[in-house]
Antibody, heavy 121, light 108 residues
């Protein structure tokens, strides 16, 4: 069935960088907007970033703008998140999610299992 | 920034009806999506564009709107419906998606 699999999480020191990946399968990846959503331990969901189906438009939450970069490679059916200048408050499970259309206000109809990022010295 | 409100918790007996509300300024001009998240699992879309139900979601789940309040209704509640439920919108003013704080549904 349609699947998203995240990777790249881990433990990192404050100020360092990390790159997350999300591999998509069994759907036309290049036709849909893609998102990153995070969830701090014991907290609610926080939308992080969106990239349109063709990569021409990108939107970011204020909390990560200027530090995180979302990108995609449609030939590899893979979504990325480059995270720089990481802070302890970035500690969370990071989910990639598929939009149900090319861009907003689409719902997120498929989610990955998540990858944990811990920022700590 | 745009803010959504939800009750922190709702308790319901098996077989009864649970109603979870989501409020926000001028919410009626936006499309509301609802997600279910069980402990240790990724969220699952249960209602999109206010009242549409994805394939595979039981008919017991329904969405509605009244004024500036969206409501997720779970009819004939089962033990397996115990989860956190989040509403979500796209705020075109800020070009941000926004999630509500979540409502924990407890089946008594």
């Amino acid at each position: 069935q349609v699947q998203l699999v995240e990777s790249g999480g881990g433990v990192v020191q404050p100020g360092r960088s990390l790159r997350l990946s999300c591999a998509a399968s069994r759907f036309t990846f290049s036709s849909f907007g893609m998102h990153w959503v995070r969830q701090a331990p014991g907290k609610g969901l926080e939308w992080v970033a969106l990239i349109s189906y063709d990569g021409s438009n990108r939107f970011y939450a204020d909390s990560v703008k200027g530090r995180f970069t979302i990108s995609r490679d449609n030939s590899k059916k893979t979504l990325y998140m480059e995270m720089n200048s990481l802070r302890p408050e970035d500690t969370a499970v990071y989910y990639c999610a598929k939009g149900d259309s090319g861009g907003p206000p689409s719902a997120f109809d498929i989610w990955g299992q998540g990858t944990m990022v811990s920022v700590s010295s | 920034s745009y803010v959504l409100t939800q009750p922190p918790s709702v308790s319901v007996a098996p077989g009864k009806t649970a109603r979870i509300t989501c409020g926000g300024n001028d919410l009626g001009s936006k499309s509301v999506h609802w997600y279910q998240q069980k402990p240790g699992q990724a969220p699952v879309l249960v209602i999109y564009f206010d009242s549409d139900r994805p394939s595979g979601i039981p008919e017991r789940f329904s969405g509605s709107f009244s004024g500036n309040t969206a409501t997720l209704t779970i009819s004939r509640v089962e033990a397996g419906d115990e989860a956190d439920y989040f509403c979500q919108v796209w705020d075109s003013t800020s070009d941000h998606y926004v999630f509500g704080p979540g409502t924990k549904v407890t089946v008594l």
